[in-house]
């Protein structure tokens, strides 16, 4: 059984950072692409970044540059810096991993930045 569990949210006034883990279990970790998902009421579930087990990265434009995602195979976990925060990153933030064409969900992390 696969499980995804997120930590690190949380409020922060605009321009702040934060951290975000999500650490896997169930699953060969380090043959998994991971992702970080977001979605804020109102508004899409949209993707924020994914890193393939090469460790080669993507991003969303509009977080490019501000967001780094990166993991940590012998520990199982997937983070995502989150710096120069915005107030329109609000957002629950959603770990992913797709898996034999299945996607894994964490619980989700609620990030609320302030003006």
């Known amino acids: 059984q696969v499980q995804l569990v997120e930590s690190g949210g949380g409020l922060v006034q605009a321009g702040g950072s934060l951290r975000l883990s999500c650490t896997a279990s169930?699953?060969?970790?380090?043959?998994?692409?991971m992702a970080w998902y977001r979605q804020d009421p109102g508004k899409q579930h949209e993707l924020v970044a994914s890193?393939?087990?090469?460790?080669?990265?993507n991003y969303r434009n509009s977080v490019k540059g501000r967001f780094t995602i990166s993991r940590d195979n012998a520990k199982n976990t997937v983070y995502l810096q989150m710096n120069s925060l915005r107030p329109e990153d609000t957002a629950v933030y959603y770990c992913?991993?797709?898996?034999?064409?299945?996607?894994?969900w964490g619980q989700g992390t609620q990030v609320t930045v302030s003006s």
């Open positions: 992913n991993l797709p898996l034999n064409g299945r996607n894994y």
């Open positions: 890193i393939i087990p090469s460790g080669n990265t």
């Open positions: 169930g699953t060969i970790f380090e043959s998994a692409t």
